[in-house]
């Protein structure tokens, strides 16, 4: 079955954590809600950036467009294990995604901001 999203009406997490649902009106104006277990959710939020950007891409015939958000607050925390550190990058509408890092990405992350020189792209990709 293919459905038509024409706008997002509702989000919500299930009373049990377990599952979450997003609700939306199709082509013809009628609500649809499509129900997802979290570790699907969790499939689909880290699938649909790519998803995003090669739409992009393929829309504007420009392999170096990004689709960029605006950050808007960070931390970073010390996880439970004393060797991971987590970074939490936000926008200013609650948007947030939280990163595990080990202590060696951190100091690679930190030698890369305090560098000087034009950042075209510098990455630490293990």
Known sequence: MDIDCRSLTNCKVARDGRTISLSFLDASGALATLHL????????????????????RTRFRDDSLRYAYTL??????????????????????????????????ADALGRALDTPVALDAVSNVH
């Open 37 to 56: 277990p979290i570790d699907q959710a969790g499939g689909v939020a880290m699938t649909l950036p790519t998803l995003i950007e090669n739409a992009m």
């Open 72 to 105: 808007g607050a960070w931390s970073l925390e010390q996880s439970r294990d004393p060797g991971t550190l987590m970074m939490t990058l936000g926008t200013a509408d609650g948007f947030k995604v939280c990163f595990l890092m080990s202590r060696e990405q």
